[in-house]
């Protein structure tokens, strides 16, 4: 069955880094476009970044502080996060798409807690 696992979150003190993984099973992982979201308690999920399943394209709402990449052969995504700031505290999703651009996910993963302190 599908599967997508994120890992990676947890406590960090403001202007750290974190590093998400999302280890991906059970569909065909280099023909989907990826995404990661977060929400954050009392907020509506929100786009993060998303990348085509070449790895070519990407979508990132921060590009400053944010990377997103893939690696095909191991059916992993991941996600760079620089800089962080306490209102990128949030549960964070990855999430599988068959079109690109990515109006629409096909799976989910059950998230990864991060939180920012001040």
């Known amino acids: 069955q599908v599967q997508l696992v994120e890992s990676g979150g947890g406590l960090v003190q403001a202007g750290g880094s974190l590093r998400l993984s999302c280890a991906a099973s059970g569909f065909t992982f280099s023909s989907y476009a990826m995404g990661w979201f977060r929400q954050a308690p009392g907020k509506e999920r929100e786009f993060v970044a998303s990348?085509?399943?070449?790895?070519?394209s990407t979508y990132v709402a921060d590009s400053g502080r944010f990377t997103i990449s893939r690696d095909n052969a191991k059916n992993m995504m991941y996600l760079q996060m620089n800089k962080l700031k306490p209102e990128d505290t949030a549960v964070y999703y990855c999430s599988a798409s068959r079109n690109w651009p990515s109006y629409e996910y096909d799976y989910w993963g059950q998230g990864t807690q991060v939180t920012v302190s001040s």
């Open positions: 990348i085509r399943s070449d790895g070519r």
